[in-house]
């Protein structure tokens, strides 16, 4: 009989043993009781982060806010005042018994944010587009993200590669100095890397930051126009699919490490998530010649071209080269007789093609070189000697 209750004592002690750990097993989870932590061991949610998706999204946070609050500072906005003429309406409603439209104006000063550049020395100079400083009677000014204005002293404009370099005067202000951003090497660039783009967004929100990835590099766009003294043909240019809206033009495109790699140009018309920037190494060399010669001094062949590819070359029968789309006038090509619908072959024996550029090879030239080319015109090879002239600016 003992023996039988010692059993029974046993049995229910095991009963409320084991009620007991798995009701804390459960209170531990749903209340939160740490008792039998020990025994079960909690996964920390905390540890949520660690898990793969979860780690790369919160590390592409970081890269974005840590290269935002690191680069913002040397991004500016660039404002232009203009004055337009308005009817003056006042004339109008004082003559009851006028009609037609008043004949007197009077101006009206505008000013309106355009643009977007990014500081480069603590002197200074700041690097933006050439397109978006172009009109010559308005007034710019620069302003940086702590709202800063500074009036722009001198523009120094490199129409062949869309570049422009702004001069101001950092001593105006009593705030924080200029801050240079970092420049990278774009020539190490790669398809799928990211990217992120900081500039004024449509003219009104400043500082706007879009994300996205290089989409390709050495396209091919046309820089300049012709009507402006250049028409040149940019290549090597980077695609991306961040945004870039009007008033980005000029803005940084920066990599994960926060080095400006492109300098945001243009987007394509009619299309989403198409924009080009131009790769940060020829600004590099713009700004190395600007600074030796205090002005941008290239060499300037003066025509509009267009790539034709070997495919092209054999299904059309003409040679591969740059087929000549237009020559601008009074330039180098016009005086020495280049001609519409030419195909220029090969440029001081160098055979041009999808890989050695018109563009590429007159950049390595100076203001004063004399350049072979070899055309095809009228189902005739012909050799043309041309002096390179200065671009106009």
């Not at 000013?111 to 977007?116: G, R």
């Not at 028409?231 to 000029?250: C, F, H, K, R, Y």
Request: net charge neutral; aromatic share 6%; glycine share 8%.
């Amino acid at each position: 009989m003992n023996r039988f209750k010692r059993l029974l004592t046993i049995s229910a002690l095991v009963i409320v043993l084991v009620v007991a750990i798995l009701g804390g097993a459960i209170s531990d989870r749903i209340f939160g009781y740490r008792v039998l932590d020990r025994i079960f061991p909690r996964s920390n949610s905390s540890n949520l982060s660690q898990l793969p998706f979860s780690q790369k999204v919160v590390n592409e946070e970081s890269v974005v806010i840590d290269v935002v609050d690191r680069v913002s500072p040397s991004v500016v906005t660039i404002n232009l005042s203009t004055t337009q003429t308005t009817p003056d309406l006042s004339q109008f409603f004082g003559l009851p018994f006028s009609f037609g439209f008043p004949q007197n104006t009077q101006p009206q000063n505008v000013t309106q944010d355009i643009a977007t550049g990014f500081i480069v020395s603590k002197d200074g100079l700041i690097v933006t587009n050439k397109h978006v400083v172009s009109d010559t009677s308005g007034k710019y000014k620069v302003i940086t993200k702590d709202n800063k204005s500074y009036d722009v002293q001198k523009i120094y404009r490199d129409p062949a590669n869309d570049t422009a370099i702004l001069k101001i005067n950092p001593s105006i202000s009593s705030g924080q100095a200029l801050i240079p951003v970092e420049m990278g090497d774009s020539s190490k660039l790669k398809v799928g890397q990211f990217v992120i783009a900081i500039g004024t967004a449509l003219g009104e929100f400043r500082n706007t930051v879009t994300t996205g990835v290089v989409s390709g590099i050495g396209r091919s766009i046309t820089a300049g126009s012709p009507y402006q003294g250049t028409a040149e043909q940019l290549d090597n240019v980077i695609q991306t699919d961040a945004a870039i809206n009007p008033g980005n033009s000029g803005g940084p495109l920066i990599n994960s490490s926060g080095q400006v790699i492109g300098v945001n140009a243009a987007v394509s018309q009619g299309s989403q998530n198409i924009g080009f920037a131009l790769p940060i190494n020829l600004i590099k060399d713009s700004l190395n010649n600007f600074n030796k010669t205090g002005q941008f001094s290239r060499p300037f062949l003066g025509i509009r071209y267009q790539m034709i590819s070997k495919e092209v070359a054999i299904m059309n029968e003409v040679p591969e080269g740059s087929y000549v789309i237009e020559i601008v006038s009074g330039s180098p090509s016009e005086k020495a007789g280049l001609k519409r619908g030419d195909i220029i072959t090969k440029m001081d024996g160098q055979k041009l093609s999808d890989t050695v550029s018109i563009a590429d090879l007159i950049s390595k030239k100076k203001v004063g070189d004399t350049v072979e080319l070899n055309i095809w015109r009228n189902n005739q090879n012909q050799t043309v000697k041309v002096i390179l002239e200065e671009v106009s600016q």
